[in-house]
């Protein structure tokens, strides 16, 4: 057992140096121009994405937000700095895949029946992973409060949907095996209507062998298996997992928890578990976080247990609200504007170390990490 922890914590560093040490081609960094094609690999309120045959390049332009989603092809003219496009004119063509046009129905109809912009925002980030909906200061309350992992749809969303999904097939056909598999249908059309991105296909995955573990068998599950599987699936039918920034946070976090985590009980778990998880993922992922975001939050754990019962409320409101309730749709816009009302009081700078300071550290923190989950296995053997 001892040869297999180590082994296991090898593997993480062996991985979360893997992750760190691997860069995306951005090109020379001089201006040019010209004309870009590709389709849009990310949408947000700034801009998007764009995948074209030369790599990959951000659009700047506000407009993509209102006008496209993830899967549409898009011509852009303009000017380009390193991977930054600023566009001059574009042209987008909607994506014409099922799904695709599920999503924009969707989006047409959150915004026909929420008017706040916040409460828009929140649903659909939230329930559709449609990021482009987000208000550039909303995303920013996310950002500096170290939350920012909330809006975009992971494992934490997926797992919510699966639960309700098990527990309404299980309330139709009951305990076994048919609802088991009901549930996992409902969650593929789930991560393919979110959009398909690299950490939803990764939770899609482990919430759907989970589903099925216990609806065959039952017990313990082996996850660091189930990590692997979900890895190796990804890489396969998803090219490019590995450089993608999102795929490596989400695989790298659940990897963290799966090596570090330890099971908090007592009165007060429901907090000590997910700060004590947030806590975990923060070191565990500190050189990468850094790399991609200029610094760390310290207080993004915190801020993170705080927006849990703010977040499963948003999107149960939002999912009424889009179906028409008014009253959901009013409450929908008190929620969401208290919770980043309340964000704004974590609102920090990030702290950022250099690389010298850094890393050290980072090597001292997971050893102290290790330690701590595996305190109680020590203190028997050594005592």
Request: charged share 15%.
């Amino acid at each position: 057992m001892e040869l297999s922890n180590r082994i296991i914590a090898v593997l993480f560093i062996a991985l979360s140096v893997l992750l760190i040490t691997r860069r995306e081609e951005t090109g020379n960094d001089g201006v040019s121009h010209g004309i870009w094609r590709g389709q849009l690999t990310t949408v947000t309120a700034k801009g998007g994405m764009l995948s074209t045959e030369g790599g990959n390049f951000w659009v700047s332009d506000k407009s993509l937000a209102a006008l496209s989603l993830k899967g549409d092809s898009a011509m852009v003219i303009g000017h380009r700095r390193g991977m930054f496009i600023s566009p001059f004119s574009l042209r987008l063509k909607p994506s014409s895949s099922f799904f695709s046009s599920l999503r924009r129905q969707y989006r047409n109809r959150l915004v026909e029946t929420i008017r706040d912009p916040v409460a828009r925002g929140l649903a659909g980030g939230l329930l559709m992973g449609l990021r482009g909906l987000i208000p550039e200061q909303t995303a920013q309350a996310f950002k500096q409060s170290g939350t920012s992992h909330l809006l975009a749809l992971s494992g934490l969303h997926t797992g919510i949907i699966a639960l309700v999904l098990l527990f309404l097939a299980r309330l139709i056909m009951g305990k076994g095996i048919l609802s088991g598999w009901l549930a996992v249908v409902g969650i593929v059309l789930f991560v393919a209507l979110s959009g398909g991105r690299a950490s939803t296909v990764r939770a899609g995955i482990m919430a759907s062998f989970t589903v099925l573990w216990m609806s065959y068998r039952g017990g313990k599950l082996h996850l660091l298996s189930v990590w692997w599987a979900a890895l190796l699936l990804s890489i396969f039918f998803l090219p490019g997992t590995l450089e993608d920034r999102g795929a490596q946070m989400s695989y790298g976090a659940v990897l963290s928890l799966i090596v570090f985590g330890r099971n908090v009980r007592g009165r007060y778990s429901a907090i000590y578990s997910p700060l004590y998880a947030g806590v975990v993922v923060t070191i565990s992922l500190a050189p990468l976080m850094t790399s991609v975001y200029g610094g760390l939050s310290w207080l993004g754990p915190t801020a993170t247990v705080v927006s849990l019962p703010f977040m499963l409320v948003v999107m149960v409101l939002g999912f009424l609200a889009s179906l028409g309730l008014g009253l959901a749709g009013v409450l929908l816009d008190y929620v969401s504007n208290c919770w980043v009302n309340t964000l704004e009081v974590f609102s920090h700078s990030p702290v950022s170390l250099p690389q010298a300071v850094l890393y050290p550290v980072w090597g001292i923190l997971l050893i102290g990490l290790r330690v701590f989950s595996r305190w109680n296995g020590f203190n028997r053997r050594f005592r």
